[in-house]
């Protein structure tokens, strides 16, 4: 059964959890895989980080558990996972612009141009 509402209150709270070093929240880096609402009680999200040796692998997470608990009521667990690896690629449309505004290029267009390989 789909519980209508929550996934979207979910992606709320992530769009206000912000990696201090980039400046773009969690769910518009594109960080959060999934959100898989089990129950009305019960979340369980995967999510990445830019790099395993990010120096907010503790704090990233723990935060996102916090949040989501405390503003929906619900227990939420947090599966790091680091397959496949992130990329500037995951980062959504809306992060894109937000990055632009930041840095006053396409920070992901710039990195398909250096890395991406056909």
Sequence with gaps: ??????RDRVIKILETIYDPEIGVDVW?????????????DYVRIKMTLTTPFCPLANILPFLVKERVEKELGVKADIEMVFEPPWSPER???????????????????SWIKMYKRD
Aim: proline share 0%; no cysteine.
């Design 91 to 109: 980062i959504t449309e809306k992060g894109r612009r937000m990055l632009i505004e930041k840095f006053g290029y396409d920070v992901v267009e």
């Design 28 to 40: 518009n880096l594109g960080l959060v895989y999934s959100i898989d609402v089990v129950d009305k």
């Design 1 to 6: 059964m789909a519980y209508i509402g929550i």
